[in-house]
């Protein structure tokens, strides 16, 4: 994992979003700077996963913006967007009727628009940086979900994007399984990719983020460095937060 | 016991009727029921797809399609297409009925089939979209290459099943009068058990029926057994497709 990545900032600006009458996010901005590490934490339902959903526009939100490298692309073409934007589910979504080697190869292909052979080569390229190169030939299904998971990254990172959203990637692998996912994390960190993590695992967002952000009823409560959020934080809600946690 | 014999096992009769069975009513229920299979799975995934759409316009006539087709008797729609549009439309399609059987039997077909491949592409996970999504594919590259495939593959039981009622309703379209040539496997076993009073020709044709679903149901419990047990496949060549796809998959976009 030597090569050299060109990652964005993203900006959101003032973005709402409401499901019927319920609204989810009241109005969020939330700045991660190129090659940055964000993490956000929360309790269930205070909006986080959708805030990352609004990043790529799985989600649209109903007002607001959203910046990539400082220009807007909250009207621009979603698919372009999403070439730039990485994600990785907590369910993997690794596509089942496929070789884990054709999970990779099939979005190079129909999105990138290359060749077999050259897909197959990143494809193999991005399986053995996750250390999964032999399983190529293999259904997701006969794979762990740690090794799943692993895939997804792999896949992700095989478009080349400038930036990586990971939704509680490691909240349904069984707990012995987590540390290697979160590792490969920890070393896209390191090379300098934009990340933005919504997580409950409070040592990754501790030792690994730049910041943090505390989501709480749909709004962006407390951010910071991770130590001034875990060590000092200044609102009540994320002081009861980090004690139900920690 | 000579009685039932006589009644259903004449070989006489049976032996009389075997060549046109063989030569002109296997033909004819095979070309029947195979092109409006065809013609019917086509159309049945454009309708799924039509009543998946977030569009009330495409969702709304694939609806009320479906509701029609699937509500009538079948030998009703065969009547009223096979006559009616043979009637309306003989400059363009000429007077023969037997393609109007088989746009009959075909838009039958359809609406069931369209109903099938729905609850195959709805069973497929969320995520999956949203995955391939997230990629960057479009809705319309996510659906081909990604939910129709898996959704397809899980109601393949399920399409089996209809293709075996489409075997058996191709018989129907005696109704329209067919040319002695055109005659399928009911309608040959009919006319001569009709000329001699004698049921054998009629069991003779049963027979030449299940030796086409038979082999089909058994296909049925094959196909749920892999789909059940989960085959251990092996794809080693990337791009490669599965011999379980129906959907052309990997050609899009290459």
Known sequence: MTTAVRSSSVELRDIHVSFGTLEVLRGVDLRVESGKTTCIIGPSGSGKSTLLRCVNRLQEPDSGDLLLDGESVIKADPDALRQRVGMVFQHFNLFGHRSVLDNIVLPLRSVKKLSKEEASAIARARLSDVGLADKAPYRPSALSGGQQQRVAIARALAMDP???LFDEATSALDPELVKGVLNLMAGLASRGLTLIVVTHEMGFARSVADEVAFMDAGRIVEQGPPAQ??????????????SQVL | MDDFVNTFLDWDYISQVLPDLLKTGLLNTLILSVSSALIGTVLGMVLAVMG??????????????????????????????GQGLGTLARDVVGTNPYPMGILALS??????????????????????????????????????????????RRVLPALVNQFIALVKDSSLVYVLGLLSGQRELFRIGQDL??????????????????????????????????????????????????ELDLVASGKVGS
């Open chain 1, 229 to 242: 959020l875990f060590d000092e934080p200044e609102s009540p809600r994320l002081q009861r937060f980090l």
């Open chain 2, 52 to 81: 998946l759409s977030t569009k009330w316009w495409l969702r709304w006539p694939a609806r009320v399609y479906t509701d029609i087709f699937r509500g009538l008797p079948a030998i009703l729609t065969i009547l009223l297409i």
């Open chain 2, 193 to 242: 058990a009709a000329n001699t009073g004698n049921l054998s020709p009629l069991v003779a044709a049963g027979v030449f029926f299940l030796v086409i679903t038979v082999p089909l149901t058994h296909l049925v419990n094959y196909i749920d057994k892999k789909l059940r047990t989960g085959r251990k496949v092996r794809a080693d060549e990337p791009g490669d497709g599965d």
């Open chain 1, 162 to 164: 400038e930036v990586m």
């Open chain 2, 107 to 152: 838009l039958i077909a359809a609406a069931y089939i369209g109903e099938i491949f729905r609850s195959g592409i709805q069973s497929v996970d969320k995520g999956q979209l949203e995955a391939s999504r997230a990629l960057g594919m479009s809705y319309t590259k996510s659906m081909l290459l990604v939910i129709i495939p898996q959704g397809v």
